[in-house]
């Protein structure tokens, strides 16, 4: 059994490099090949939890199990809120093989790398100005990802403090230089402004109104992952042509989706799970449609990224 630390993971994963094997981990959850992706979240007070995550498909070489933690009243003492660590196990013995503290890096950049495949796969190339709801870091992985694979002609940031608003502007400015950035007052404002909206928050209270999305718009919507979350509204799911997500059965149980889906049932029948359109060579993106991606998170996205790190050292 090896132990592979924070810092060797830090420096043998880039988002760039989790592109394929993440688009790779959609299309094997809607195989025939999987055999199970179990959740379970833990709360506890303070506004901290657990989420334990697996993955095994057939003819893999391991299994995993990942359990990543944010505790935010670790910033009281200037120690991260985020912990974690996928244990991978030997799919023909049931041998722990490896032990990967990743202190939740590869599931930012996993979460990241799926926002900007799905987000470039079903949007307009010609689509290039983007808001991001959310100023932490997911916020910049999000934003970093989608540039490496399109163009983005501007950016607006909104986030409840201005003072990480200016943080994060000044923090993309170093990495993405030719980008015009620009800081809102309203999660209203940066909608209407944009082309393509990107969510990554913990609000518990819808923050995006349905009646603000126009023709040709996209939300790629990452922050609610549990059943307490809200960043969309019902109206949003109502008024878009088509909802892309990671996974139907998970988006029933985590998410506004599951609020959504009792309030209109037939949302399911302009419903499209991730797998089934990149196993698709015949999807055409529609340009005036509205169209929202809802990520709950997938441990086939873990594994993806943990066998990545595997197959590096």
């Known amino acids: 059994m090896i132990h592979i630390t924070f810092e060797q993971i830090q420096s043998l994963i880039k988002i760039k490099d989790l592109f394929e094997p993440v688009k790779q981990s959609f299309i094997d959850y809607n195989s025939s090949r999987l055999i199970g992706v179990p959740v379970n979240l833990l709360h506890f007070p303070n506004n901290s939890d657990a989420h334990i995550k697996t993955a095994a498909i057939e003819g893999y070489e391991y299994f995993s199990i990942k359990?990543?933690?944010m505790f935010p009243n670790n910033r009281k003492q200037n120690n991260s809120p985020y912990n974690g660590s996928i244990f991978l196990f030997d799919s023909a013995t049931g041998e722990l093989k490896a032990i990967l503290e990743d202190k939740g890096?590869?599931?930012d950049l996993r979460t990241a790398a799926a926002g900007a495949v799905i987000t470039d796969f079903v949007v307009s190339p010609q689509s290039t100005r983007v808001s991001v709801i959310g100023t932490g870091i997911q916020a910049y992985y999000q934003v970093l990802a989608l540039s490496k694979l399109r163009t983005i002609s501007s950016l607006i940031i909104y986030g409840r403090s201005k003072e990480n608003a200016i943080l994060l502007k000044n923090k993309l400015e170093k990495t993405l230089q030719s980008i015009s950035i620009t800081i809102v007052g309203s999660v209203?404002?940066?909608?209407?402004?944009?082309?393509?909206?990107?969510?990554t928050t913990s609000s518990k209270i819808p923050l995006i109104k349905g009646e603000w999305l126009q023709k040709g718009q996209h939300v790629t919507a990452i922050g609610a992952?549990?059943?307490?979350?809200k960043e969309l509204d019902l109206d949003c799911f109502q008024k878009a042509d088509t909802v892309f997500v990671d996974s139907l059965d998970l988006n029933l149980k985590f998410g506004?989706?599951?609020n959504a889906i009792r309030s209109f049932s037939k949302l399911k029948n302009k419903t499209i799970e991730f797998g089934s359109i990149f196993s698709n060579k015949d999807y055409v993106t529609k340009k005036n449609?509205?169209?929202i991606a809802k990520l709950v998170g997938l441990g086939t996205q873990d594994l993806a990224a943990a066998t990545l790190v595997m197959n590096k050292l």
């Open 67 to 69: 359990v990543a933690t």
């Open 188 to 199: 209203e404002e940066a909608v209407k402004n944009s082309t393509i909206i990107i969510t």
């Open 105 to 107: 890096i590869l599931t």
């Open 289 to 291: 449609n509205i169209t």
């Open 256 to 258: 506004e989706y599951t």
């Open 225 to 229: 992952d549990d059943t307490f979350k």
